[in-house]
């Protein structure tokens, strides 16, 4: 695999976009200095959750990644770095509730 | 409403094609590589991750969010936290020495048009 030259980031172009769509009703607008502030952020919750994933797939012995790994490591990966609430955590989330809960209550015993 | 909807579709597919390098060097990294099923649901996480720093955002009282309301989104992890914190600094300082250079080349032309009109006056 060829070595990057320069580091992999998110556009500052894309997050500002997106920002700006999802504030879009309320007339507010973001700073230079904040949209590259929420790359940053952004491109730190992808390596955590690959990271992660990746050593779930470890633990379980496999040679590739998969949607399962990541899945599994969700619940961890918002208890950490990204914390939210319960109730935001099931609505934004693309596991269904139950599994959610389980691990929740995994994680606590 | 569809236009939304066609700019929220291009704009996620560039978050994923960014989500698929991150991944392509974590992937070498850790000897072990990402399937495009997995790259998928990452990336559509991290799309609604946005819509989340969203909800936590709006909540500054001004029309422009700034740094400071990115830090406090960040405060919920101190790891986080002092990496944003540190980042903003370093945004903070460029900001400052582009803006000091931008003086010294104001200052620079001010004088250069000054000896320009006194050499003319001269003429």
């Known amino acids: 695999m060829e ?10 172009e894309t997050v500002g976009k997106l920002l700006s769509l999802f504030f879009k009703d309320e007339k507010t607008k973001v700073s230079g200095d904040a949209v590259i502030l ?15 994933s990746q050593k779930q797939a470890a633990a379980e012995d496999c040679d590739v990644v998969d949607i399962e790994h990541f899945e599994k490591i969700l619940p961890q990966l918002y208890n950490s770095n990204f914390k939210i609430s319960s109730t935001l955590l099931s609505h934004f989330l693309p596991v269904p509730n139950i599994q959610i809960a389980a691990d929740l209550n995994a994680l606590k015993k | 409403m569809d236009e939304d909807f066609s700019l929220h579709q291009r704009l996620k597919a560039a ?12 992937g ?21 991750q946005c819509g989340l720093f ?13 740094s400071e309301d990115v830090k406090l989104v960040a405060r919920r992890s101190t790891a986080l936290y002092n990496h944003i914190t540190r980042r903003s600094e370093e945004l903070a300082s460029t900001n400052q020495e582009q ?21 003319r006056n001269k003429m």
Request: charged content about 40%; aromatic content about 6%; glycine content about 6%.
């Open chain 2, 15 to 26: 978050l994923h094609f960014t989500v698929g390098r991150l991944c392509e060097d974590i």
């Open chain 1, 3 to 12: 070595e990057r030259t320069t580091e992999v980031v998110f556009k500052k």
């Open chain 2, 54 to 66: 969203h909800s936590h955002l709006r909540h500054a009282k001004r029309t422009t969010v700034n």
């Open chain 1, 38 to 52: 929420m790359a940053e952020m952004l491109k730190i919750f992808v390596e955590e959750a690959a990271r992660r």
């Open chain 2, 99 to 119: 803006k000091e250079r931008r003086k010294k080349n104001t200052g620079k032309r001010k004088s250069e048009d000054e000896e320009t009109s006194v050499k």
């Open chain 2, 28 to 48: 070498g990294d850790g000897g072990k590589r990402f399937n495009k099923e997995v790259l998928a649901a990452i990336a559509e996480t991290t799309y609604r």
